[in-house]
């Protein structure tokens, strides 16, 4: 498909020498599921629909909560006891017409999380519980399909990339305990900022992968916002790994 857009909207992107025209094409006709519209998954779509992603999933659940607000920038007062789902896509395509939105407001499970991931190129993992990262890590296993996987809490974030046809380490590779499901980002304090920062760079991870640039494969970023670090650390493929090995 070529862009039948207003190219004036990417021109600034288009300057960049390994994006181009070409580059960004590549933007236009890819898809991207983003699991989770809170607070990483809020900046990751918004920066996917500014860059052009032509077909962008979302898939939350949820509904909006007034204590959601300090860090999940897609929703306002107005939108409190909302589903979250329909109000980003909403928010996201008036942002940028070109995009289209498709969303899922389901609870992600086993059943359904391979039938969704198989129509994407890459899946954004940005939920706020271990339950689903460790679903959502198996289906792009399962699916083939990259995933990128960030994570908050207090003043630190995470994130890594997992490649399941390059055959990299997983996310059970680096938490391969699951803690209680009662483990939720409720149970913590989060900063809006450092959600921002990570969700962000999720966003930025997906767009490379989708130019065929270099990715935090086997490795994970440690982004702590208090002390102004970035760490970046190898992740080793565990043997006794259920998922990846
Ligand atoms: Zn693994």
């Known amino acids: 498909?070529?862009?039948?857009?207003?190219?004036?909207?990417?021109?600034?992107?288009?300057l960049i020498e390994t994006i181009g025209k070409h580059g960004q094409q590549k933007l236009f006709n890819a898809r991207v599921l983003v699991c989770g519209a809170g607070g990483l998954g809020g900046p990751a779509l918004a920066y996917l629909t500014a860059a052009g992603i032509g077909n962008i999933g979302l898939c939350d659940f949820d509904v909006v909560e007034s204590s959601n607000l300090n860090r999940q920038i897609l929703y306002n007062y107005a939108d409190i006891k909302k589903q979250k789902a329909p109000v980003a896509k909403k928010r996201l395509e008036k942002f940028n017409p070109d995009v289209k939105v498709e969303i899922y407001s389901e609870k992600l499970i086993e059943k359904n999380a391979n039938d969704i991931f198989k129509n994407y190129d890459v899946v954004i993992d940005a939920v706020d519980n271990f339950q689903s990262r460790y679903?959502?890590?198996a289906a792009a296993y399962e699916t083939s399909v990259p995933l990128i996987c960030g994570a908050?809490?207090?003043?630190?974030?995470?994130?890594?990339?997992?490649i399941p046809k390059e055959n990299t380490?997983?996310?059970?590779?680096?938490?391969?305990?699951?803690?209680?499901?009662?483990?939720?980002?409720?149970?913590f304090g989060i900063l809006g900022a450092i959600a921002g920062v990570?969700?962000?760079?999720?966003?930025?991870?997906?767009i490379k992968l989708i130019l065929g640039?270099?990715?935090?494969?086997?490795?994970i970023l440690i982004f702590n916002g208090a002390e102004n670090t970035y760490r970046i650390r190898t992740i080793s493929k565990r043997k006794d790994c259920p998922i990846c090995i």
């Open 1 to 14: 498909m070529q862009i039948q857009v207003d190219i004036e909207r990417y021109k600034r992107q288009v």
């Open 135 to 137: 679903l959502i890590n």
């Open 152 to 162: 908050v809490c207090e003043f630190e974030g995470i994130l890594t990339a997992i």
């Open 169 to 187: 380490s997983c996310f059970q590779c680096i938490y391969p305990e699951k803690p209680s499901a009662e483990f939720t980002s409720k149970t």
């Open 198 to 206: 990570i969700g962000s760079m999720q966003a930025l991870e997906a």
């Open 213 to 219: 640039m270099h990715c935090l494969k086997n490795k």
